[in-house]
Nanobody, 120 residues
Framework: QLQLVESGGGLVQPGGSLRLSCVVS????????IGWFRQAPGKEREGLSC??????HYADSVKGRFTISKDNAKNTIYLQMNSLKPEDTGTYYC???????????????WGKGTLVTVSS
């Protein structure tokens, strides 16, 4: 059974940093494209990044502030978030779709999300 479990969310002040983790089971990171998404209160879900193999694409809203890294041995993909802003507040999800497929065309498997609140 394919599963994704996010962790690492919490309350952080503007300008601060957080690192989110997404542990996958039932598959390996090199078998699927992995995306990070967020949904702010009252807003539509937004795609933040999409990783396939060694290639990662970022949304303009997070480019230069957010970075993806992977630990294949731990089957974990990380989202390092720096220079956080109040508008980064939301529930963050990782999701998987077949390797090489674009994350903006629909994901097949989703985690339950982790809440990030950026506030002073």
């Amino acid at each position: 059974q394919l599963q994704l479990v996010e962790s690492g969310g919490g309350l952080v002040q503007p300008g601060g940093s957080l690192r989110l983790s997404c542990v996958v089971s039932g598959f390996t990171l090199d078998q699927y494209s992995i995306g990070w998404f967020r949904q702010a209160p009252g807003k539509e879900r937004e795609g933040l990044s999409c990783s396939s193999g060694s290639s990662t694409h970022y949304a303009d809203s997070v480019k230069g502030r957010f970075t993806i890294s992977k630990d294949n041995a731990k089957n974990t993909i990380y989202l390092q978030m720096n220079s956080l802003k109040p508008e980064d507040t939301g529930t963050y999800y990782c999701a998987a779709v077949g390797y090489g497929r674009r994350c903006d065309l629909g994901m097949d498997y989703w985690g339950k999300g982790t809440l990030v609140t950026v506030s002073s």
